[in-house]
Protein backbone atom coordinates (compact mmCIF):
# COMPACT_ATOMS: atom_id res chain seq x y z
CA UNK A 1 0.00 0.00 0.00
CA UNK A 2 0.58 3.79 -1.01
CA UNK A 3 2.21 5.15 2.62
CA UNK A 4 2.10 8.52 0.68
CA UNK A 5 -0.06 9.35 -1.65
CA UNK A 6 -0.08 12.85 -3.72
CA UNK A 7 -3.68 12.14 -5.91
CA UNK A 8 -2.38 15.44 -8.10
CA UNK A 9 -0.40 14.63 -11.18
CA UNK A 10 -0.30 17.88 -12.64
CA UNK A 11 -1.23 21.46 -12.07
CA UNK A 12 -1.47 24.10 -14.11
CA UNK A 13 -1.28 27.40 -12.53
CA UNK A 14 -1.06 31.32 -14.05
CA UNK A 15 1.18 33.51 -12.49
CA UNK A 16 0.16 35.42 -9.10
CA UNK A 17 -2.31 32.61 -8.72
CA UNK A 18 -2.65 30.92 -5.13
CA UNK A 19 -2.21 26.82 -5.60
CA UNK A 20 -2.66 24.03 -2.53
CA UNK A 21 -0.81 20.83 -3.43
CA UNK A 22 -2.47 17.67 -0.89
CA UNK A 23 -0.53 15.00 0.54
CA UNK A 24 -2.16 12.56 2.49
CA UNK A 25 -0.28 9.48 4.87
CA UNK A 26 -1.01 6.64 6.07
CA UNK A 27 1.00 5.39 9.33
CA UNK A 28 0.35 3.17 12.44
CA UNK A 29 2.78 4.68 14.38
CA UNK A 30 2.09 7.66 16.56
CA UNK A 31 5.40 8.86 16.24
CA UNK A 32 6.33 10.34 12.51
CA UNK A 33 8.33 12.92 10.54
CA UNK A 34 6.64 14.59 7.14
CA UNK A 35 8.54 16.69 4.89
CA UNK A 36 7.86 18.61 1.68
CA UNK A 37 10.77 18.75 -1.10
CA UNK A 38 10.95 20.55 -4.24
CA UNK A 39 12.36 19.04 -7.79
CA UNK A 40 13.11 21.91 -10.14
CA UNK A 41 13.98 21.31 -13.72
CA UNK A 42 17.46 21.34 -12.46
CA UNK A 43 16.95 17.94 -11.06
CA UNK A 44 18.07 18.62 -7.59
CA UNK A 45 16.24 17.53 -4.23
CA UNK A 46 15.47 20.85 -2.22
CA UNK A 47 13.88 20.03 1.09
CA UNK A 48 11.05 23.06 2.42
CA UNK A 49 9.63 21.92 5.64
CA UNK A 50 9.37 19.11 7.65
CA UNK A 51 6.80 18.50 10.57
CA UNK A 52 6.76 15.88 13.16
CA UNK A 53 3.32 13.84 14.23
CA UNK A 54 3.21 16.36 17.38
CA UNK A 55 3.62 19.67 16.18
CA UNK A 56 -0.26 20.38 14.31
CA UNK A 57 1.01 23.88 14.57
CA UNK A 58 0.42 25.28 10.87
CA UNK A 59 3.37 27.34 9.61
CA UNK A 60 3.69 30.52 7.01
CA UNK A 61 7.01 31.27 5.46
CA UNK A 62 6.79 33.54 3.08
CA UNK A 63 4.58 32.80 0.16
CA UNK A 64 4.63 29.16 1.30
CA UNK A 65 2.27 27.92 4.22
CA UNK A 66 1.58 24.31 5.04
CA UNK A 67 -1.63 22.80 6.57
CA UNK A 68 -1.17 19.85 8.96
CA UNK A 69 -3.84 17.90 9.86
CA UNK A 70 -3.58 14.25 11.75
CA UNK A 71 -7.82 13.80 12.06
CA UNK A 72 -7.23 13.63 7.97
CA UNK A 73 -3.93 12.21 7.66
CA UNK A 74 -3.43 15.48 5.34
CA UNK A 75 -0.50 17.36 4.92
CA UNK A 76 -1.21 19.94 2.23
CA UNK A 77 1.24 22.76 1.01
CA UNK A 78 -0.13 25.77 -0.24
CA UNK A 79 1.95 28.64 -2.43
CA UNK A 80 0.42 32.36 -2.23
CA UNK A 81 1.01 34.70 -5.34
CA UNK A 82 2.60 31.83 -7.28
CA UNK A 83 6.16 32.63 -9.93
CA UNK A 84 6.69 30.94 -12.56
CA UNK A 85 10.28 29.93 -10.53
CA UNK A 86 8.09 27.83 -8.83
CA UNK A 87 7.32 25.23 -11.73
CA UNK A 88 8.76 22.09 -10.08
CA UNK A 89 7.94 18.82 -8.95
CA UNK A 90 7.03 19.10 -5.05
CA UNK A 91 7.47 15.79 -2.93
CA UNK A 92 5.51 14.71 -0.27
CA UNK A 93 7.20 12.58 2.56
CA UNK A 94 6.74 10.53 5.48
CA UNK A 95 9.25 8.69 7.76
CA UNK A 96 8.59 6.46 10.52
CA UNK A 97 9.46 5.52 13.79
CA UNK A 98 11.38 3.08 12.49
CA UNK A 99 13.25 5.59 10.34
CA UNK A 100 14.88 3.47 8.04
CA UNK A 101 13.49 4.81 5.39
CA UNK A 102 11.92 8.30 3.75
CA UNK A 103 8.56 6.92 1.96
CA UNK A 104 7.52 9.46 -0.96
CA UNK A 105 4.59 10.44 -2.56
CA UNK A 106 4.36 10.11 -7.09
CA UNK A 107 5.44 13.74 -6.94
CA UNK A 108 2.83 16.87 -8.08
CA UNK A 109 4.13 18.40 -11.12
CA UNK A 110 3.26 22.55 -10.88
CA UNK A 111 3.51 24.57 -13.67
CA UNK A 112 3.30 27.97 -13.61
CA UNK A 113 2.51 29.91 -16.49
CA UNK A 114 3.83 33.76 -16.92
CA UNK B 1 31.19 23.00 0.86
CA UNK B 2 28.74 20.56 -1.07
CA UNK B 3 27.48 18.49 2.11
CA UNK B 4 26.12 15.48 -0.23
CA UNK B 5 28.41 14.52 -3.14
CA UNK B 6 27.65 12.11 -6.09
CA UNK B 7 29.69 11.10 -8.89
CA UNK B 8 29.55 11.32 -12.02
CA UNK B 9 26.23 13.61 -12.72
CA UNK B 10 26.00 11.92 -16.24
CA UNK B 11 26.69 8.05 -16.66
CA UNK B 12 25.99 6.90 -20.05
CA UNK B 13 27.41 3.16 -21.20
CA UNK B 14 26.61 0.22 -22.56
CA UNK B 15 24.58 -2.70 -21.90
CA UNK B 16 26.52 -5.29 -19.92
CA UNK B 17 29.21 -2.95 -18.65
CA UNK B 18 30.06 -2.35 -15.08
CA UNK B 19 30.19 0.78 -12.97
CA UNK B 20 30.02 2.48 -10.04
CA UNK B 21 28.54 5.86 -8.49
CA UNK B 22 30.68 7.14 -5.48
CA UNK B 23 28.60 9.18 -3.05
CA UNK B 24 30.24 10.84 -0.14
CA UNK B 25 28.54 12.83 2.70
CA UNK B 26 30.42 15.51 4.74
CA UNK B 27 27.60 16.57 7.80
CA UNK B 28 28.47 13.97 10.01
CA UNK B 29 25.27 11.90 9.51
CA UNK B 30 25.12 8.08 10.73
CA UNK B 31 22.29 7.23 7.51
CA UNK B 32 22.75 6.72 4.06
CA UNK B 33 20.63 5.59 1.21
CA UNK B 34 20.24 4.97 -2.32
CA UNK B 35 17.27 6.08 -3.95
CA UNK B 36 16.12 5.22 -7.64
CA UNK B 37 14.31 7.87 -9.71
CA UNK B 38 12.53 6.39 -12.47
CA UNK B 39 10.71 7.88 -15.74
CA UNK B 40 7.88 9.01 -14.02
CA UNK B 41 9.95 10.55 -11.13
CA UNK B 42 8.91 8.03 -8.54
CA UNK B 43 11.37 7.81 -6.25
CA UNK B 44 12.03 4.67 -4.59
CA UNK B 45 14.69 3.46 -1.69
CA UNK B 46 16.84 0.44 -2.67
CA UNK B 47 19.24 0.57 0.71
CA UNK B 48 19.69 2.30 3.11
CA UNK B 49 22.84 1.85 5.60
CA UNK B 50 23.34 3.15 9.02
CA UNK B 51 26.90 2.95 10.95
CA UNK B 52 28.12 1.34 7.79
CA UNK B 53 25.36 -1.57 8.45
CA UNK B 54 22.54 -2.45 5.81
CA UNK B 55 19.31 -1.83 7.19
CA UNK B 56 17.32 -1.93 4.04
CA UNK B 57 18.14 -3.78 0.95
CA UNK B 58 14.71 -3.67 -1.26
CA UNK B 59 13.79 -5.69 -3.62
CA UNK B 60 16.54 -4.57 -5.87
CA UNK B 61 18.46 -7.08 -8.32
CA UNK B 62 22.06 -8.40 -7.10
CA UNK B 63 23.38 -6.88 -9.98
CA UNK B 64 23.53 -3.66 -7.57
CA UNK B 65 25.61 -3.80 -4.80
CA UNK B 66 26.17 -1.20 -1.71
CA UNK B 67 29.33 -0.60 -0.38
CA UNK B 68 30.16 1.87 2.55
CA UNK B 69 33.34 1.63 3.53
CA UNK B 70 32.67 4.64 6.69
CA UNK B 71 30.08 6.34 7.71
CA UNK B 72 30.83 8.69 5.06
CA UNK B 73 30.74 6.95 1.95
CA UNK B 74 27.74 4.94 -0.16
CA UNK B 75 29.06 3.81 -2.93
CA UNK B 76 26.96 1.84 -5.71
CA UNK B 77 28.20 -0.51 -7.68
CA UNK B 78 26.33 -2.30 -10.78
CA UNK B 79 26.80 -4.82 -12.84
CA UNK B 80 26.09 -6.30 -16.04
CA UNK B 81 24.03 -3.00 -16.80
CA UNK B 82 20.45 -3.64 -18.42
CA UNK B 83 18.52 -0.75 -20.39
CA UNK B 84 15.95 -0.89 -17.58
CA UNK B 85 18.27 0.21 -15.56
CA UNK B 86 18.54 3.38 -17.01
CA UNK B 87 17.21 6.16 -14.51
CA UNK B 88 18.22 8.90 -12.07
CA UNK B 89 20.29 7.50 -8.99
CA UNK B 90 20.25 9.67 -5.99
CA UNK B 91 22.43 9.59 -2.58
CA UNK B 92 21.04 10.65 0.49
CA UNK B 93 21.92 11.16 4.29
CA UNK B 94 20.57 11.91 7.38
CA UNK B 95 20.50 11.69 11.33
CA UNK B 96 18.57 8.15 12.93
CA UNK B 97 16.94 10.81 14.48
CA UNK B 98 14.06 11.11 12.63
CA UNK B 99 12.75 14.50 13.42
CA UNK B 100 15.66 15.55 10.60
CA UNK B 101 15.64 15.64 6.89
CA UNK B 102 17.28 13.72 4.18
CA UNK B 103 19.93 15.47 2.57
CA UNK B 104 20.19 14.24 -0.99
CA UNK B 105 23.07 14.41 -3.90
CA UNK B 106 22.87 15.97 -7.32
CA UNK B 107 21.57 12.80 -8.98
CA UNK B 108 23.28 10.42 -11.49
CA UNK B 109 21.36 10.32 -14.52
CA UNK B 110 22.59 6.67 -16.15
CA UNK B 111 21.81 6.06 -19.34
CA UNK B 112 22.21 2.61 -20.82
CA UNK B 113 22.54 2.13 -24.40
Known amino acids: AQKVTQAQTEISVVEKEDVTLDCVYE???????LFWYKQPPSGELVFLIR??????QNEISGRYSWNFQKSTSSFNFTITASQVVDSAVYFCALSENTGNQFYFGTGTSLTVIP | DTAVSQTPKYLVTQMGNDKSIKCEQN?????MYWYKQDSKKFLKIMFS???????INETVPNRFSPKSPDKAHLNLHINSLELGDSAVYFC????????????FGQGTRLTVV
Open chain 1, 51 to 56: RNSFDE
Open chain 2, 27 to 31: LGHDT
Open chain 1, 27 to 33: TRDTTYY
Open chain 2, 49 to 55: YNNKELI
Open chain 2, 92 to 103: ASSIRDRDTEAF
